[in-house]
């Protein structure tokens, strides 16, 4: 698209395409945050629930409130997005 912008400045929906690869590009890099959060917050979940087996803890309130600390301080929630 950006080909199509620099070859036809004069064209009247001009405007319309920058809003439009504008709104694409936003949309975009909120994908890929949302993807890495994701990857994140799965990590996590599997290295508590490893650390938990390995451990041999049973306290289920326990593991989920490491959970919640360790996603806590990463700045991810616990609800999926």
Do not use: C
């Amino acid at each position: 698209m950006r080909f199509w912008q620099e070859r036809h400045k004069a064209h009247p929906d001009y405007e319309l395409v920058e809003s439009w690869i504008q709104q694409k590009e936003k949309q975009m890099m909120e994908e890929i945050q949302t993807h890495k959060i994701r990857r994140k917050r799965e990590e996590i979940n599997l290295l508590v629930d490893k650390s938990a087996r390995e451990s041999g803890l049973r306290d289920r309130n326990l593991i989920e409130m490491v959970r919640a600390e360790t996603l806590k301080f990463y700045g991810i929630s616990q609800a999926e997005d």
